[in-house]
Every structure is written in C-alpha cells, then in structure tokens.
C-alpha cells in the first residue's frame, strides 16, 4: 500500500482526463502484477444501455441487480474474475462494483479487473468496491478502529456531485464495513462523510465514485435515486429496458435460432414455464408444442383450469398427460423429504422423455430460468455447499435427449417476469399466481403420501386460498397454504370424541424467499379459516397457524 501511495504522489493525479487515468492504470498494473500498457482502452458503448456488475460476493450483490432494472436499465452480475471479454460483451456504460468478505490489503484478495479503469467507463464502487478503487489507484485501505454496522447519517459535502441531484444534504445509510480509506488515491476527494467515516463518498471528480454504504439495501431509503443518478447523470443511460422491448428482441433471436426446428417445452402451471413457452409462442407458433404433466400432486382444480389457459385462451398445442398413478405408485411408503423430491424428479424425467419420443423429431426444450437460479448456479462451491433442499430438481433437462435449451427468461427476475407476461396477454391469475414448489403437494404432507391425505389437504389448501383471495391479501402474500401433519389429536365435535388430523396453515412475505417473515393475518381472518376446514374437510378437528419466519425455519415444512 505504501509503494502505491508513493507512486501515486508523485504522479500528481489532479482530475479525470486520459493522461491521468493512464497514470491509474499503471499502479493499478503493478498492482495486480500485469505488464503495463500506456494505451487506454477505447471500448464502444453498445446500442442497448447496460451496465456490469462486478461481483466481489457480497450478499448484497444480486439487490444491486434488481435497484438497476428497477431504473429500466439493463445489467449483469460477473464474478470478479470473469474475463474482461466476456463483461465487455454486455457493452456496458458503466460499472458497479459490490461489496464483498475480504480485505482489498490481504494477499490474494479480488481486485477489480484493470481493463475496467481502462475503458474510461463510469464506475461506481460500493464498499468493498470503493475499497478496491482505492487500493488499485494508489490510496490506502485499513481496518477502522472501530466498525461500522447499521444505520448512519450521511452528510453530503459536494452539492454539485451528480451522485446527489435531487437529494437531501443530509440522508441515512446503512454501513456494513470494517475495513475504511485511510488515504485517498491522489486526485481523489470525500463527497460526504458520516460520524465514523470521513470518506464515505469518494470521487476523482470526474467518472470514478466510490460509496462506504450500501445504496442497495433497504435500509438506505434514497439508495435507489442515488443509483438511478449514477446511471442516469454519470453513465447517461435513459432507462430503455422495458418489458415491450424485451419482447421485441427476445422474439427476434428465438425464430433466428429456431429456424424451422421444432421445440418442447414443460408446463407446471407456474408463471415461470407460462410466460418462456408464451414467448416462444409468440416467435414461432406451432413449432411448439408444450407437454403438461400432472403429477397427481396439484392442488384443487389446477391441471383444469391451467389446460384451459393455454389451450382455450392462448390456442398452444398442449398434450396433457395425467401420470398420477406412476407418481402415488413410486412415492408408496416414502417418509424423508429428499427421497420424496428424488422420486417425483426422477419420475417426471421418464415421463417428460416418453411424451416427447411420441411427439418425433425435436430441437429445442425451452424452459422457464430465471436470473436467481442463474447467478446462484454460479456461486462457488464454497458458499453453495450448505444446501439445505435440492430445490430445482423437476423439469430438468434429460441430458440424454440431447436437446439445445432456449431458456429467454435466464436473465430476468420475478417482477420482470410477470410484467412481460401481461404485456403478452397472459391472464392476470397466471401471471401472479404465488410460486408453488415442483414437488407439489408431496412436500406438504408430512410422511406417507396416499390419495387420501392429499384429498384431505386439497380441501384445507382451497379454504386458505379462497380466504386469502377474499381478504384480498393473496397478491400482497409470497405464498399461503396448509400443510397436513402427521399429528392427530383428540377433540369433539357434536356430542362425539373426535380423533383427527392437526393441519397447519403458512403465510409468508418475502422479496425472494431466501428470507421470509410469518405474514401477521387478521385474527377474524385466521378464525374463519380455522373453522371452515374443520367444518369443510373430513378427517381434521385441530388448526393451527406457524409463527416462524425464515431463518430458522424454512418456508415448505419439508
Ligand atoms: P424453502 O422451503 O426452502 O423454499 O424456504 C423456498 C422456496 O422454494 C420453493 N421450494 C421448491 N421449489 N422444488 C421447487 O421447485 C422444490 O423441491 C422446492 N422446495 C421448496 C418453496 O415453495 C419456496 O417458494
């Protein structure tokens, strides 16, 4: 650090034009131990506006995402290693770098790609990432003497700074560091400082910034506009992401890479799978065709009125395949959760497979990624090692078919989803139904899964939905349902001793069920559930609601 801080003192970097971003970049070289070389970048901005997101594993990283499409403006989250190539590809305007564990001073810690300080791009730098901009121009990063976690009122010293337009002088932020800018990078100057932290915004006064809080989170109201200033003031982006444009091009790509193939696609009911084989629709019409199975795992009516949707509403060919007897056979006898998941994925596989021999010569499976599932594919072993439930295992490629996968949602998040699946015309209880898990009903029943038990939870299911639609809190819900337990318990009903099932009954919020609080119903509400199932479905005489939020607990009881 203090090698760099000489070399940077005595290069008298004053603003932001090339000669000095050159003088950066040869610190920022040595630094990183690459061959230095004199000629900045000249990398063209791309006719989509987008931006690239630096990924150091904070687990903030994928909120920066989504504050960024919040302004219609297109971005991608790149591991920091990623090759500079593939993070140019995006044609960024601009860069975000996100916080992340590590000390930017440790030996072999990440530091931002030097060709991104090349391109003369924006850059914003958040935590962790100013800490690297710091560490790579030649300031010097240390632990504070005192961290800094929660809240903090920002004071804004710079009010010409295009990060504050149309910002208070005084805002509050949420902190989460240890580590602070002991000395700036020459040329660099503080924009705002809190009680704490004297550098808590840094800039070298023209494209570089740097912020020691979290604008992402929550917890830092204005982040949002602070964010939108960058990408409006500094990267000149005008926020031409939107749901019609995304229709527009993924249409034009999916018929340049159909061709005249013929493609496949699984249906679950859910959104997801409804708005990828919509637009696929859309592109190539018949050339699709989707399979729909039902696993006898449903809730009431579902297979129906989803079979209805597609083939009555939105004119898809649609084969229907009702395999519950193969499903309920396999689970006989099944107890544990994994076996449960295991058993139903391997089942739909087989199924899937046999459907679609029938339906002879195939291209493409098309299926319903989102960007959640992408990034969390990309996490290293080390962080995705304590998995607590295989989640995504149905509706999975057969490797052995050998198919090319279209999958047009793998870089949109819910929300995105289901504004572009009503600017498609799909119904509005598609498009917001809540997320229901591809083991179905099997999961929410607690041991053996018979015909019985799942009549028994369909009915308590329907009760809590039909409820929930009434209150009109169902869209405000990530998800509500009933679970059925394996507890029977005493109780009376007219004149008689009853011994029947305990059903449970879950509702949750969340922004993306990583994290979930136990949602706080009206106790009329809660009553009027409780009495109807044990009025309405045979065989249960004891309700009971769950309190526990997510962590600890998780949202499916299995
Ligand atoms: P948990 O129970 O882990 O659930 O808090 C988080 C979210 O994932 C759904 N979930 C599943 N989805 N296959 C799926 O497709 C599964 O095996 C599975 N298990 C849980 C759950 O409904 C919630 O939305």
Redesign the pocket.
Known sequence: MEEGNEKAASHRIVASDDIEVSTYLEIAKEKQGVQASPKPGDIPHGVREAVAIIDFGSQYSHLIARRVRECNVYCELFPYDSPLSKIMSIKPRGFILSGGPASVYEKNAPLTPVGIYESHLPVLGICYGMQSITHQLGGTVAPGSKHEYGQAVLHVSDENSPLFKDLDSSLTVWMSHGDEIMDMPAGFRSSAYTENSPNAVITDGGKLFGLQFHPEVAHTPQGKQIIRNFLFNICGCRGTWTPGNFIHESIASIKEQVGDGRVICALSGGVDSAVAAKLVHAAIGDHLTCIFVNNGLLRREEPERALETFRKNLRMNVVYVDATDLFLDQLKGVIDPEKK?ISIGGEFIKVFESEAKKLGKIDFLTQGTLYPDVIESATPESKAAAK???????GGLPSKMALTLIEPLRYLFKDEVREVGLELGLPEDMVWRQ?????GLA?RIIGEVTRERLEILRGADWVVMDEIKKAKLYRQM??TFAILTDVHSVGVMGDYRTYGYLVAVRAVTSQD?MT?DWARLPYNLLATVSNRIVNEVPGVNRVVYDITS?PPS???WE
């Open positions: 998941r607590i439930k295989t989640h995504h295992n149905v997320p229901f898990p591809g083991p999961i990530w998800q069920a979930a997510k998780t949202i499916e």
